[in-house]
């Protein structure tokens, strides 16, 4: 089993809908990041977090430290917003655990 | 922008042959970590340096080596490659070690083994 698992792994949704993308991990953290690559490559990272709830435009990152999950919405989203979404949790070291991704298509 | 900067963009090479890739990190940051994507994989990390010293050590092949200079500036350097070196590398730099700063990233360099 991995140390973080994404789900869903694919998502085709239509514009305008209400995503959310899933993150759990079995390791303690210290931090969780949910980074953005697009098409092209690139990376952005889109949070940090270690506890509650981010907001960023259209974007939201929760986290529950007890339960070990993390979840990542995007509202009213747009073709733009497709790529592969990323979490990735720090642990007790400075290394990054990755999940694999979800890869996310919105449609117009 | 994330003020992180890669090069080359794209490499194009033979196996066998050796090559580096460079990053330079954002002003200020002391950090780098490399990380290495093969197709449809997630991110491997790699190595990170901290102010010039190695700090963690991933999934590095005995091939791979990297250095971090006073400047900053990081190179990684892949030797003997093999069809399978193909990915892409991308760096990172933060500002300290600590677990609560984040990763900014380069934009990749795409290496491509023949």
């Known amino acids: 089993k991995n140390e973080v698992e994404q789900s869903p792994q694919n998502l085709t949704a239509q514009e305008g809908e209400f995503i959310t993308i899933n993150c759990s991990y079995s390791?303690?953290?210290?931090?969780l990041h949910w980074l953005q690559q697009h098409p092209g490559g690139g990376i952005v990272s889109l949070f940090m977090?270690?506890?509650?709830?981010k907001k960023h435009g259209r974007l939201i990152a929760t986290i529950n430290i007890q339960e070990k999950h993390s979840s990542l919405h995007i509202t009213a989203s747009h073709p733009r917003d497709s790529a592969v979404y990323i979490c990735?949790?720090?642990?007790?070291?400075?290394?990054?655990?990755w999940g694999a991704g979800t890869k996310l298509i919105i449609k117009p | 922008d994330s003020g992180v900067t890669q090069t080359p963009k794209h490499l194009i090479t033979a196996t066998g042959q050796r090559v580096t890739l460079r990053c330079s990190p954002r002003?200020?940051?002391?950090?780098v970590y490399w990380y290495q994507q093969s197709l449809d994989q997630g991110l491997q990390f790699l190595i990170q340096?901290?102010?010039?010293?190695?700090?963690a050590k991933g999934n590095i092949l005995e091939r791979f080596s990297a250095q971090q200079f006073p400047d900053l500036h990081s190179e990684l350097n892949l030797s003997s490659l093999e069809l399978g070196d193909s990915a892409l590398y991308f760096c990172?730099?933060?500002?300290?070690?600590?677990?609560?700063?984040?990763?900014?990233f380069g934009p990749g360099t795409r290496l491509t083994v023949l």
């Open positions: 990172a730099s933060s500002v300290v070690e600590g677990s609560y700063n984040e990763q900014f």
């Open positions: 002003s200020g940051d002391l950090s």
């Open positions: 340096y901290y102010n010039g010293e190695e700090r």
């Open positions: 390791v303690g953290i210290s931090a």
């Open positions: 977090l270690s506890s509650g709830k």
């Open positions: 990735a949790v720090r642990g007790s070291n400075y290394q990054l655990i």
